[in-house]
C-alpha cells in the first residue's frame, strides 16, 4: 500500500489553503505550511495518493486542487465545520486510525489498544488529546465513544476509511468488489485465483477444500483481516451467507460443511453474526438444524434434500 491511514500536522495545514481560501498558488502555501517546494512537493504527492487532492497537467505547469471523492469534500466540510479547533494537533498522526474504531461502538483503551496496532502510550496520549476537545466522551466508566457533536468528522472517518480499503483491495485485484467491511476488515468478490498478504480465501470459494462442490462460481471471494492467520471453519461459512444470504444452493452447501466439521463454536459463531449483521440468517440456520427442517425458511433447502446430500457427502 503506498499510504497509511493517517494526516500529518503539514498536510492538514496544506489542506487548510486548498479549502479555505480561493488563492491556492504553491508559493503562498509554501509560505503559510512554512514548508520548502521539495517538501510541499511531496506532500501533494502524499495528498494525491490519499484521494484529497488531483494533480492534472495544463502546459507545461501543473494544477493541483481539492479532489472531487467523497472523503475529500467531508473533510473540507469538516476544516469548515471545526475552524476553531487546532485540527492539526487533533487530528494528526495516529489519531484517524483511534477514531475509525471509535465509529462502531463503545470501546476499552485496551481493544483500541488490540485494534489499531497501536502502542499503550500512543493510544493513551491520543484519548487524552481527544478528551481534552471534547471529541470523545467515557461510558461506563471505562469505555470511550464518540461525541455526537462530531458526527460531520465520525462521517469523514468513515469514509476515509472505505477508500483506503477499496485501494487495498484493488492492489490485491483490480476487479475487486468490496460487500462488506468494518474497520481495517473487509470481504470482496474478485477474480483472482490467488491469496494475497492479508487475503484469505473463503465463503463458497472454500467449499471446495471440504469436498463440498455444489457449484463452482467463475469469481472468488476473499476476507482480508490484519488480525487472522487463518480462517476457521465458523468464519467460512459465515462468510458465505454474508454474500449470499439467501441462496439456496448456498445454505446447503453452509450446511453440509457446517455438518462435516461438527461440533461448531457456536458462542464464536453467533458473536461474530452480529459483527456481518447476519445474526437473523445465522439463527435460522440453527433452528433449522434443531427442528430437523420444521423451522425452515422458504429459500432453504428441504429437509430431504439436506438428509439426502448430507448422506452423499458424509460418504466423501
Not at 503539514?10 to 509560505?31: A, C, D, H, P, W
Not at 496496532?117 to 464518540?146: H, M, N, P, W
Not at 472517518?157 to 492492489?171: D, G, I, P, T, W
Not at 425458511?297 to 460418504?315: A, C, G, L, N, Q
Request: aromatic fraction near 12%.
Amino acid at each position: 500500500m503506498k499510504f497509511n491511514f493517517k494526516l500529518n500536522t503539514t498536510e492538514i495545514k496544506v489542506l487548510r489553503q486548498f479549502t479555505e481560501t480561493r488563492e491556492n498558488s504553491l508559493g503562498r502555501i509554501m509560505e503559510v505550511a512554512g514548508i520548502s517546494y521539495p517538501a510541499l512537493a511531496r506532500i501533494i504527492s502524499s495528498l494525491a495518493n490519499k484521494g484529497f487532492l488531483q494533480v492534472s497537467k495544463k502546459g507545461i505547469s501543473r494544477q493541483v486542487s481539492l479532489s472531487d471523492t467523497k472523503h475529500a469534500q467531508l473533510f473540507k466540510s469538516v476544516l469548515s465545520e471545526f475552524k476553531h479547533m487546532n485540527l492539526e494537533k487533533v487530528l494528526g498522526g495516529s489519531s484517524l486510525e483511534t477514531l475509525s474504531h471509535m465509529n462502531e461502538a463503545p470501546l476499552k483503551r485496551m481493544e483500541l489498544e488490540k485494534l489499531t496496532g497501536l502502542t499503550a502510550k500512543t493510544v493513551k496520549v491520543t484519548l487524552k488529546r481527544f478528551r481534552e476537545v471534547g471529541l470523545i466522551l467515557i461510558q461506563d466508566r471505562s469505555k470511550y465513544v464518540l461525541n455526537k457533536r462530531f458526527s460531520l468528522l465520525e462521517e469523514f472517518v468513515k469514509e476515509f476509511r472505505r477508500y483506503y480499503n477499496q485501494r487495498l483491495a484493488e492492489e490485491f485485484s483490480e476487479d475487486s468488489t468490496i460487500i462488506w467491511q468494518m474497520g481495517k476488515e473487509f470481504l470482496i468478490r474478485a477474480r483472482s485465483q490467488k491469496e494475497g498478504e492479508g487475503f484469505f480465501l473463503t465463503g463458497i470459494s472454500r467449499f471446495h477444500q471440504y469436498g463440498i462442490t455444489l457449484f463452482l462460481p467463475d469469481y472468488n471471494y476473499f476476507f482480508y483481516s490484519p488480525y487472522k492467520s487463518k480462517l476457521s471453519v465458523e468464519d467460512i461459512i459465515l462468510h458465505a451467507i454474508r454474500a449470499d444470504p439467501n441462496g439456496t444452493r448456498t445454505i446447503l452447501s453452509a450446511l453440509l460443511l457446517w455438518k462435516k466439521n461438527e461440533p461448531l463454536d457456536m458462542r464464536y459463531l453467533c458473536e461474530e453474526a452480529k459483527k456481518y449483521q447476519i445474526d437473523d440468517a445465522t439463527k435460522a440456520l440453527i433452528e433449522y438444524l434443531k427442528s430437523e427442517g420444521k423451522a425452515k425458511p422458504e429459500y432453504f433447502p428441504t429437509w430431504t434434500e439436506y438428509y439426502d446430500k448430507t448422506k452423499e457427502y458424509m460418504e466423501t
